[in-house]
C-alpha cells in the first residue's frame, strides 16, 4: 500500500528478473512483447502507484518494478501459455537431504559398539576425532568470516551454479524452444540469489549433521551403559602416564567446572592404564565427562549454527533487493522518474504525420523515460505571424516547451526568426529548440557528398539559431528503440 514499506518477497524477485529476460532479448531472437505493449506496462504501473514515487528512493522504485513486470507477464502469459511455467515453478526442495542427520545420528549411536564395545579408552579415537574435527572448522569459518569482513563482503558458497540447474525442475519442461533463451537469461540474473539460499540451506543441514553424529555417541554411550557396566583404562606406545593425566583433566574441564567432578590424579592414571582388573570404578564419571564435553563443544554449537543458517536461508526469500545499479534497472528507475515529464512541442511549417509523431515518440522515450509525455501543439504556419504561442498546449507550465524546424527547409529571420523571438517572449520556462532532418537524411543517402552536404544545412541551423540566443538538437537519425 503506498506509504508503507515495501518489502519484496522470492515471488516478486522472481516476477522481476523473469520480465527482465523477457525484455532484453537479443535482436536476433523473436520479441515476446511489442514496445506498445512495454510502454502500456509501465504506465499502468506508474497510475496505481500514483503518489508514490520520488527519485532516490529505492524501495518505492522497487515497488514500481514490481507492478510493471506483474503487468508485462500477463501480456507475457496470453502470448505465450508457457511461460506461467517459469513465473511459478513451485518449491524445489531436496528432501532426500534430511536423511544425512539421521543417518548420522545412527553412526554416532553405534561407533560406541564399532570401536571398542564395553571398554572406554582415555584416549578414544572417536571422541578425539569428532573434536579434533569440529574445533578445525570452526577455526576455518572464523577465519572466512574474519577474512571476508577485512574484504567487506559476505561470506558465501563457492560457485553452485549446476546445483542450482539441476534442483529447478522447470528446464525439464521446457520443450519450447523459444523459451530456452527466456530462461537462460533468466538463471544468469537468479542463480546468484538462489545459490545463496541453498547454499545456507545446505550449510544448515552440515551443522545439523554434526550435531546428530555427536548426539548419537552421548545416546549410545548412555544407552549402552544401562546395560553394560563399562571398563576404564587406556593404552598408547608414545604417551605416558604424565601426558595422558594432562589430556583427561583437559577434556573432563567442563565437567569439573559445572557439575563439580573430581579432577583425576597422576595416580589413578597410572592404575587405568591397561585395563587393570578391578578399576571399573571411574567408567560412569568419564561418561558424563565426555557426554557434556561433547554437547559443548559440538551439539550445542552446531545447533545454534545451523539455526543460524536456516533463518537466513527463510528471511531472504522475504527481505531482497533489486540491482538497482545495473543498466536495465537504472532504465527503469528513468522511465517510472520521468512520469513527471512533459514535453509541449510546437511544430513550425511541418505536418505532423502518423510516421513522423512516432518518431519523435521514439526519440523523447529514448531521451526523457518511456514514462514522459509528448504533447504536440497544432502546426504554426507562415499566416500566424504575430499571433505564435497565444495558447499554449499545456495548461501548467511543461517541463520542457519545444519549437521544431524541418532540416530541409532554408531558416530565414523573416519567418523562422520571428517565431523564435515569440518563442523566447511568450513561452515561459525550459525551451529548446529541436530540427528535425530524419526524412531528409533518408533521402539524401549514405554517401560521403550527401553527408556533406547534410553536415553544411546542420551548421546553417546550428549558426541562425545561436544567433536568436538557443542551442539546436538534431533529430536526423533513426533513435535507439
Known sequence: MPGHAFIMNERQYRDVLLAKAIETAPADEPALLDTAQRQAATEQALFEQRGTVKAGQERQLERL?????????????????KIALLRDPGEHRVPWLWIIPLLALILGFASEKITEPHRLNLLTAPLLAILAWNLAMYAVMLARALVALRQGRRVLARDTAPWTQWWSRTSARLKDESLRGIYQRFLQDWAPYQQARQTR??????????????LGVVLGLIVTGLFTEYRIG???????????????????????????QPSWSLEQIELLQSW???????????IIAYSLLLVLVVVLPRLLLALWHSVRAASSAHMLHLPLDTA????????????????????????????RQAELQRYVRTQ???AAHLHIAPT???????????????????????LLFNLAATPEEEAHGAVLRQFEARVPGARAVWIYGQELAQRLGPDAGAQQRLAERRHLWQLFVQAHGQHAVFIDHPPTP
Open 201 to 214: 540451506r545446505l550449510q544448515a543441514m552440515l551443522h545439523l549433521s554434526a550435531a546428530a553424529l555427536a
Open 234 to 260: 587406556w593404552e598408547s606406545t608414545w604417551l605416558g602416564a604424565p601426558q595422558v593425566h594432562l589430556l583427561t583433566n583437559l577434556l573432563s574441564w567442563p565437567a569439573q567446572a559445572l557439575l563439580g
Open 65 to 81: 518494478a514490481v507492478r510493471r513486470a506483474e503487468h508485462l507477464l500477463a501480456h507475457a502469459t496470453r502470448q505465450n501459455p
Open 328 to 355: 536495465y534497472f537504472q532504465a527503469l528507475a528513468r522511465d517510472f522518474t520521468s512520469d513527471a515529464t512533459v514535453i509541449a512541442l510546437y511544430p513550425f511549417s511541418l505536418q505532423m504525420t502518423t510516421q
Open 380 to 402: 504554426l504556419e507562415y499566416a500566424d505571424a504575430g499571433s505564435y504561442f497565444r495558447q499554449t498546449v499545456e495548461a501548467r507550465v511543461p517541463s520542457l516547451s519545444v
Open 276 to 286: 587393570p582388573a578391578g578399576q571399573q570404578q571411574n567408567g560412569r564419571q568419564w
Open 368 to 370: 526523457f523515460g518511456a
